[in-house]
């Protein structure tokens, strides 16, 4: 692992096992929204789950996996999905298909057979919406009905979107990008490359477009201090093939982060501006700093280890 990338994932990792606390749904102190509650323990459990995969796991993540093991197999925690309107079938799907091994799936298993059927559909789904779906419906062994990546890769955010140029509308800053479409572009290499496991699929000008269009983006991120679309952006350049250190982009992201990271190990904020005050009551500075460590952990895990043979 290079120093910048040791010092990332130590860090955030360090932080993360101090905190996870937080990341119970049913802790004293957890967010009271269902969305909030759920969406931290989903984020956890896939941190594990991409982690528990690599060629050297990391130890750092065995208190973070004994809770996943035990909140999934909770029954209140399905429970919670049904609270989250136009969310819950959803994460539902998700939570399945991140179950630990070698627990008792009873819950899981009724989440499963209680998905609503549209949800595995292609109908009223966007090109990305049908990827996300399919990742975690193939990952949970679901039967569906969506397209193969072949055929949605056209219009999926990495091949169909394009930087705003002269005379394009452009947002506030000038990103290349709108911050929805730029997340877009992440998730959509994420569930094609099931995180560093695989191919996307791309190639010739469609690879071309995606690796460009992605350094596009971490340049506008560095020059912003935007950190947590800088972490899932250097993700997205080894995703698509590349060493990200290798590259001027991915190494400006990676000491971009390495600048953003507290003593504590933790990373703020989604970026400088939405920063958590350093004197903010714990359960709200976590509210603000774990995702963006979340992602910035599992970043320097992925990109550090061995692709796969």
Not at 188 to 209: E, I, N, Q, S, V
Request: aromatic content about 6%.
């Amino acid at each position: 692992m290079s120093a910048p990338l040791d010092r990332l994932s130590a860090g955030a990792l360090g932080w993360l096992s101090g905190n996870l606390d937080h990341f119970d749904p049913f802790a004293a102190g957890a967010p009271s929204a269902p969305l909030g509650r759920a969406k931290a323990a989903l984020e956890l459990a896939l941190l594990c789950h991409c982690a528990a995969r690599l060629p050297d796991p990391t130890d750092e993540l065995g208190g973070a996996g004994a809770l996943v093991r035990r909140l999934w197999q909770d029954p209140d925690l399905p429970r919670l999905f049904a609270d989250i309107p136009t969310h819950g079938s959803t994460y539902g799907l998700v939570y399945a298909a991140l179950a630990p091994d070698a627990i008792d799936d009873t819950h899981v298993r009724a989440t499963l057979a209680g998905l609503d059927a549209r949800v595995l559909s292609p109908q009223g789904k966007s090109a990305y919406q049908r990827i996300e779906v399919r990742h975690y419906a193939d990952k949970a062994g679901v039967r569906h009905t969506l397209e193969p990546y072949a055929e949605l890769l056209p219009d999926s955010p990495l091949v169909a979107f394009r930087a705003a140029g002269p005379g394009d509308p452009a947002s506030a800053d000038g990103a290349p990008l709108t911050e929805p479409q730029a997340y877009g572009v992440t998730h959509t290499a994420f569930y094609l490359g099931d995180f560093g496991r695989t191919a996307p699929g791309l190639d010739g000008p469609a690879l071309a477009h995606a690796r460009d269009l992605v350094d596009r983006l971490l340049v506008h991120c560095v020059e912003h201090d935007r950190w947590d679309l800088a972490a899932e952006l250097v993700l997205t350049q080894y995703i698509l093939g590349s060493e990200p250190l290798d590259t001027p982009p991915g190494a400006a992201a990676v000491e971009c982060l390495v600048r953003a990271q507290r003593s504590d190990g933790a990373i703020p904020g989604r970026s400088a501006a939405l920063r958590a005050d350093p004197s903010a009551p714990a359960a709200e500075f976590f509210a603000k700093a774990y995702h963006t460590t979340l992602v910035t952990a599992l970043m320097a895990l992925v990109v550090s280890s061995p692709r796969p043979s």
